[in-house]
């Protein structure tokens, strides 16, 4: 009975916990951008020209929010007319197009080719400076080209720190409106897999001279909300020489945030539990158990495994302590209390 009610006030708890958490902030609006049509020097088919096109498009948006043709086409047409054509260099023009459009970032890619060998050069501009990287590959397919073209634009994007830009929830059910129901669909990538349930198990010990301390942990969670149960020991010696042995179980409640670096806090409370107090002439005994154990960790996700580091507060009382011989009782309780430091591995899938 004792348990049941533990495990049904934990259940208010969290169920007032998740009805009363702040709803979260909505995700960063992606920002736009302007993508110039690639440009070609050398010997290069039009068909290549597109692929690696439709390469740059598709690897941009995923950050961007690309500025539609026809908007980008009437900008270039003000700028020829603001200068005359001849004098309307590649730097100048992009930049009074960013200025029309109003968009802060322009890419633009250069294909380079000399008979078996082909350089891409991609350019990358802001109100502030520019950035060009190139890649060069020697008897190359388009296949191989397209795959270059994509690290070396996510390369850039990590140099100038603009891989974080979160995907706003509107324009995703917009692009998946206009998918093709008949193109293949991707498989989704290790870091895109939602992974909703971890077990973990935590572990503290501690041992010194007179006096040693364990707990073990086990705890299930789900998108964040974890249940475990707590096994907590401590052994100690007094300077008179008695003896005093407690165990305590624990019904934990948690809450975890983050996603690779991670944070736990959590509440248990003492469900059962014994006490010994041994002495030279008396042995006591108890088993009426209340307590609770605060804990905190901090972790840090590695693919499915997340390694973590923390300490927990436990308190214990233990009433009735009664004589094992003459039945006779102790006026006061034993009181059991301090921090002990936890180390833990949790699995996810």
């Known amino acids: 009975m004792k348990i049941t009610g533990y495990l049904m006030l934990m259940f208010f ?21 302007i993508v110039i049509p690639v440009s070609i020097l050398g010997k290069e088919s039009e068909t290549r020209r597109k692929f690696l096109q439709n390469t ?22 003000q700028a020829f007319q603001e200068m005359e054509y001849d004098q309307c260099t590649e730097e100048q023009c992009f930049m009074l197009i960013q200025e029309f459009l109003q968009v802060p970032y322009l890419f633009h890619l250069e294909v380079i080719a000399e008979d078996k060998l082909v350089q891409l ?38 140099e100038k720190d603009l891989l974080e830009f979160e995907v706003d929830e509107d324009e995703k059910m917009e692009s998946t409106s206009h998918e093709d129901p008949n193109s293949p669909k991707k498989l989704p990538r290790k870091d895109d897999v939602s992974r909703d349930f971890q077990i973990s198990g935590i572990y503290g010990n501690y041992s010194k001279n007179d006096l040693s301390i364990k707990n073990l942990s086990y705890a299930f969670s789900w998108k ?11 052994k100690m010696e007094s300077s008179t020489g008695n003896q005093y042995h407690v165990e305590a179980n624990f ?8 996603k690779k670096l991670t ?69 006061n309780p034993l009181y059991v209390f301090g921090w002990l430091m936890l180390v833990g591995i949790g699995v996810e899938f």
């Open 56 to 77: 740059l498009n598709e690897e941009l948006s995923k950050q961007f929010r690309i500025v539609p043709q026809k908007r980008f086409e009437a900008a270039q047409e």
């Open 263 to 331: 944070g736990m806090a959590g509440i248990g409370w003492a469900a059962s539990g014994q006490a010994q107090i041994d002495s030279a002439l008396q042995t006591y005994q108890s088993q009426q158990t209340y307590g609770f154990r605060y804990f905190g960790l901090l972790g840090y996700q590695w693919e499915t495994l997340e390694m973590m580091i923390g300490y927990q507060y436990h308190q214990l009382r233990y009433r009735d302590m009664t004589s094992k011989n003459s039945g006779f009782k102790l006026t």
């Open 13 to 33: 708890f969290l169920t007032l916990a998740s009805c009363s958490s702040s709803k979260p902030n909505p995700p960063q609006k992606k920002p736009e951008s």
């Open 251 to 258: 019904i934990d409640s948690s809450i975890s945030i983050g």
């Open 121 to 158: 050069s991609l350019k990358f501009l802001d109100p502030d400076k520019q950035k060009t990287l190139t890649d060069t590959c020697e008897d190359c397919s388009t296949l191989d080209l397209s795959e270059r073209l994509r690290r070396l634009t996510n390369r850039l994007l990590k």
């Open 224 to 234: 964040g909300f974890g249940l475990g149960l707590s096994n907590f020991e401590q």
